[in-house]
């Protein structure tokens, strides 16, 4: 079984990030692996690629197994964000890597206590609550500040799910920005009534101006799993940041030793 599939574009084809099962069991959590597939849009195929097993000596934290995010490297692997806030934990799975795989730590940088308690405060997104990440790692325009867009989610009260923005530096993932609000909340789809159990992001993107509304806009794909195709949009002109001030982060040491 497998579940949350995730698209990014990788060696120059359609790649999906997402969960398998590990063991014959309905309980996600504690028992998915996160894998790396190959889609195949002519023969209407997916191929897994790699299945990661472990990070470091020791397994991977079961509450973090199915929400990596995905960047390709210039040698032709992966970068991988494990988690993103509070603390972003980068990953490097090297080019050539065998099918089941044990990325290597990269480089963490953690926001420290007294800056998430200020996030808190200006913003009300609560990043002790450890969120998530929903997807993959999209590109931010340069005119808007550039580097990269993750989205992360907090679940509130069974499967109230909150979506809220996070920007990085491209070049060693450390986050800059959070979203003063979230970007895609759960009464904002609860009522078309079909989505009512637990609601997943598979993709964003930026998409130029010149639609309806004239401006740039962020498109964010969700469904009930994996069942709908619903997609919600939002305006890079609305969307108002929080920046981390100076000293918010720290360097952390690898976290699987």
């Known amino acids: 079984m497998a579940g949350d599939m995730r698209p990014f574009v990788w060696r120059g084809g359609v790649y999906l990030s997402h969960w398998v099962l590990r063991n014959n069991t309905p309980e996600v959590e504690g028992n998915a692996l996160q894998a790396v597939s190959r889609l195949d849009l002519a023969a209407r195929t997916v191929r897994l690629v790699h299945l990661f097993t472990a990070v470091g000596p020791r397994d991977i934290a079961s509450s973090w197994q199915k929400n990596w995010g995905f960047l390709p490297a210039a040698d032709g692997g992966l970068r991988v964000l494990f988690s ?98 979230p970007l895609l909340r759960w009464n904002d789809y609860a009522p078309r009534g079909f989505l009512e159990g637990v609601v997943s992001v598979g993709s964003y993107h930026v998409l130029p101006g010149g639609h309806s509304g004239g401006g740039e806009l962020l498109r964010i794909f969700f469904g009930e799993g994996d069942k709908f195709a619903c997609w919600e949009d939002v305006r890079l002109a609305a969307i108002q940041w929080y920046a981390l001030p100076p000293g918010a982060l720290e360097l952390m040491a690898d976290p699987f030793v």
């Open 84 to 181: 993103t806030l509070p603390a972003a934990v980068v990953l490097r799975l090297p080019p050539g890597a065998p099918r089941r795989a044990a990325p290597r730590f990269e480089t963490a940088t953690r926001v420290v206590p007294d800056a998430i308690a200020a996030i808190a405060a200006a913003t009300g997104l609560d990043v002790g609550e450890n969120p998530r990440n929903s997807g993959n790692p999209e590109p931010w325009p340069k005119a808007r500040g550039g580097g990269l867009l993750m989205l992360v989610h907090t679940r509130q009260a069974g499967n109230r799910y909150f979506h809220w923005g996070v920007r990085l530096v491209a070049a060693d993932l450390r986050v800059t920005h959070i979203s003063a609000g």
